[in-house]
């Protein structure tokens, strides 16, 4: 691990105006990725999307970085924000913003309007919203924050509880007034007219943004209602700004499969293709959707727990002090911090390098014993893996695995005719692709495999380009399916713990 600093310096983002104070050495992807920065490459250097222009200060560049630049004939004052690391003052400008990241951006029908629009993704623990210019597709302000609801329970099981209580008015009241404060302050930066605000996220967010009653999703059958846009006025979530066209909530597929993977289907734009797509969304219930035009299979899978941190001993979301990734050299783990700080906990993406670090070097077997017959095993600093965490990793990545080949399935396909797989989730940006597949948690060819970051913000970015009514054309052709009921889930799901 890399030598503590706590020496701070001052990044300043343009065009969001925000400023961030962060450790010495800090790579510049722990302190970009949560305004929805996306890095779909991974930080090889290859995709070139991750660029910034260097308007003051300086970033110390690697020769491998200056080939990198030349390579994607970057010219002097970019750099690759997966290549740089905060050691001074900054000034960024990030190129990402003047248009539309997305999977394949010639599958993106693209028509400027006029005006201005706000997309937020309403997720369980992060809110994300960002500012467009309609007519150009740029993002103009970008606001992060934690979702309010967090004291009634940081899990999806906590809050659906909390709302069963009595509390939904309180959920509703709170999660309506910090993303109406999010966009004021952006408004109040770049004071426009706003025509229109997409919302995303999961069913209980849509249920609680709502104030319905969350219910329906507390006992089996599982399901949820209002399977079109919620609209709301201004006036009606207390918002003290005009919005001239519409505010909506987008909707639900089934019980735990929200908007925010609708906007996922649209962001790997796997609607207009022939062949099949997938994607994986590793936050909180880890969905699935797999299909391209002719149809959609969806389900969520309940795996995505262990990713966020929760049933984990010293499991944490990727924040500051989280272990993001670990890689093995000269047969020891090395750990990467998020803030360069010390290791607090272990986030989603470093578990399943941990996992499959611990099975490459024979530490556990392929039950998941823990072969030295010891309760835990180090991973870097205090962070230990217990027996314990390990099994809820084989149940997660079972899931996982049991759901892409049921849906496959019900598509009539086998898990090969996938000619691409997206990983979508809060630490998209840090998986290692090669782990994933190591664990046994996708039997896809790693090649077909690609990260996409936060698919649901940049699904709901798209939709402010289209009208309302163009999301049925993707809900027209998705089934939602119940993984449960499928007969020989049991027999799958059991077949699939065992480590690749
Ligand atoms: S070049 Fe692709 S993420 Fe940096």
Redesign the pocket.
């Given at each position: 691990m890399e030598l503590l600093n706590r020496k701070q310096h001052r990044i300043t983002l343009h065009p969001l105006g925000k400023q961030l104070l962060v450790n010495d050495q800090t790579p510049l992807i722990d302190a970009l990725h949560e305004y929805g920065v996306e890095?779909?490459?991974?930080?090889?250097?290859?995709?070139?999307?991750?660029?910034v222009k260097l308007l003051a200060g300086e970033i110390e560049m690697s020769e491998v970085h200056r080939q990198?630049l030349r390579g994607l004939n970057l010219e002097q004052d970019w750099r690759?924000?997966?290549?740089s690391r905060c050691t001074s003052d900054i000034t960024l400008e990030i190129g990402q913003f003047d248009h539309l990241i997305l999977a394949d951006e010639s599958d993106f029908r693209f028509t400027p309007s006029e005006g201005f629009g706000v997309a937020v993704d309403v997720g369980t623990t992060t809110l994300v919203a960002q500012l467009v210019d309609l007519s150009t597709g740029k993002v103009l302000a970008a606001e992060t924050g934690l979702n309010p609801q967090v004291k009634f329970g940081a899990d999806l099981i906590s809050r659906i509880q909390a709302g069963v209580d009595g509390h939904t008015a309180e959920m509703a009241g709170l999660i309506r007034d910090a993303v109406g404060a999010m966009i004021l302050k952006m408004l109040e930066n770049h004071p426009v007219k706003l025509n229109r605000v997409v919302l995303v996220g999961n069913s209980a967010m849509r249920l609680f943004f709502g104030g319905h009653d969350v219910k329906p999703l507390s006992m089996y059958p599982f399901h949820i209602g209002h399977s079109a846009i919620q609209f709301y006025s201004p006036d009606e979530l207390g918002w003290n700004f005009r919005v001239s066209e519409f505010i909506g909530f987008y909707p639900s597929m089934g019980s735990f499969v929200g908007s925010d993977i609708l906007a996922g289907i649209a962001a790997t734009a796997m609607h207009f293709r022939d062949e099949f797509t997938a994607l994986i969304d590793l936050g909180t219930n880890g969905e699935i959707a797999i299909g391209n035009r002719q149809g959609i299979v969806c389900a969520s899978t309940a795996a995505g727990p262990a990713f966020e941190g929760a049933c984990i001993s010293m499991g944490m979301r990727a924040v500051t002090g989280a272990i993001s990734s670990l890689r093995l050299d000269n047969a020891t783990m090395h750990a990467e911090v998020i803030g360069n700080t010390a290791p607090k906990g272990i986030c989603g993406s470093a578990l399943i390098d941990a996992v499959s670090i611990l099975r490459q070097t024979g530490q556990i077997g392929m039950f998941g014993e823990i072969l030295s017959g010891a309760e835990s095993v180090p991973v870097a600093g205090q962070v230990i893996l217990t027996q314990k965490d390990i099994y809820e990793f084989q149940l997660a990545k079972a899931a996982i695995a049991a759901g892409l080949e049921i849906l496959t399935q019900n598509l009539g396909i086998a898990v090969g005719d996938i000619s691409k797989l997206y990983i979508a989730g809060g630490f998209g940006n840090y998986i290692n692709i090669d782990h994933l597949v190591t664990t046994g948690m996708t039997e896809i060819d790693r090649e077909k495999i690609q990260r996409m970051g936060n698919t649901a913000l940049i699904g709901a970015k798209m939709f402010l380009f289209m009208t309302p009514g163009s999301v049925n054309e993707i809900l027209a052709i998705t089934r939602h399916i119940n993984l449960e009921g499928h007969p020989g889930f049991q027999d799958i799901y059991v077949e699939k713990m065992i480590m690749g």
């Amino acid at each position: 691990m890399e030598l503590l600093n706590r020496k701070q310096h001052r990044i300043t983002l343009h065009p969001l105006g925000k400023q961030l104070l962060v450790n010495d050495q800090t790579p510049l992807i722990d302190a970009l990725h949560e305004y929805g920065v996306e890095f779909p490459c991974g930080g090889k250097g290859t995709c070139g999307k991750c660029r910034v222009k260097l308007l003051a200060g300086e970033i110390e560049m690697s020769e491998v970085h200056r080939q990198k630049l030349r390579g994607l004939n970057l010219e002097q004052d970019w750099r690759l924000a997966c290549y740089s690391r905060c050691t001074s003052d900054i000034t960024l400008e990030i190129g990402q913003f003047d248009h539309l990241i997305l999977a394949d951006e010639s599958d993106f029908r693209f028509t400027p309007s006029e005006g201005f629009g706000v997309a937020v993704d309403v997720g369980t623990t992060t809110l994300v919203a960002q500012l467009v210019d309609l007519s150009t597709g740029k993002v103009l302000a970008a606001e992060t924050g934690l979702n309010p609801q967090v004291k009634f329970g940081a899990d999806l099981i906590s809050r659906i509880q909390a709302g069963v209580d009595g509390h939904t008015a309180e959920m509703a009241g709170l999660i309506r007034d910090a993303v109406g404060a999010m966009i004021l302050k952006m408004l109040e930066n770049h004071p426009v007219k706003l025509n229109r605000v997409v919302l995303v996220g999961n069913s209980a967010m849509r249920l609680f943004f709502g104030g319905h009653d969350v219910k329906p999703l507390s006992m089996y059958p599982f399901h949820i209602g209002h399977s079109a846009i919620q609209f709301y006025s201004p006036d009606e979530l207390g918002w003290n700004f005009r919005v001239s066209e519409f505010i909506g909530f987008y909707p639900s597929m089934g019980s735990f499969v929200g908007s925010d993977i609708l906007a996922g289907i649209a962001a790997t734009a796997m609607h207009f293709r022939d062949e099949f797509t997938a994607l994986i969304d590793l936050g909180t219930n880890g969905e699935i959707a797999i299909g391209n035009r002719q149809g959609i299979v969806c389900a969520s899978t309940a795996a995505g727990p262990a990713f966020e941190g929760a049933c984990i001993s010293m499991g944490m979301r990727a924040v500051t002090g989280a272990i993001s990734s670990l890689r093995l050299d000269n047969a020891t783990m090395h750990a990467e911090v998020i803030g360069n700080t010390a290791p607090k906990g272990i986030c989603g993406s470093a578990l399943i390098d941990a996992v499959s670090i611990l099975r490459q070097t024979g530490q556990i077997g392929m039950f998941g014993e823990i072969l030295s017959g010891a309760e835990s095993v180090p991973v870097a600093g205090q962070v230990i893996l217990t027996q314990k965490d390990i099994y809820e990793f084989q149940l997660a990545k079972a899931a996982i695995a049991a759901g892409l080949e049921i849906l496959t399935q019900n598509l009539g396909i086998a898990v090969g005719d996938i000619s691409k797989l997206y990983i979508a989730g809060g630490f998209g940006n840090y998986i290692n692709i090669d782990h994933l597949v190591t664990t046994g948690m996708t039997e896809i060819d790693r090649e077909k495999i690609q990260r996409m970051g936060n698919t649901a913000l940049i699904g709901a970015k798209m939709f402010l380009f289209m009208t309302p009514g163009s999301v049925n054309e993707i809900l027209a052709i998705t089934r939602h399916i119940n993984l449960e009921g499928h007969p020989g889930f049991q027999d799958i799901y059991v077949e699939k713990m065992i480590m690749g």
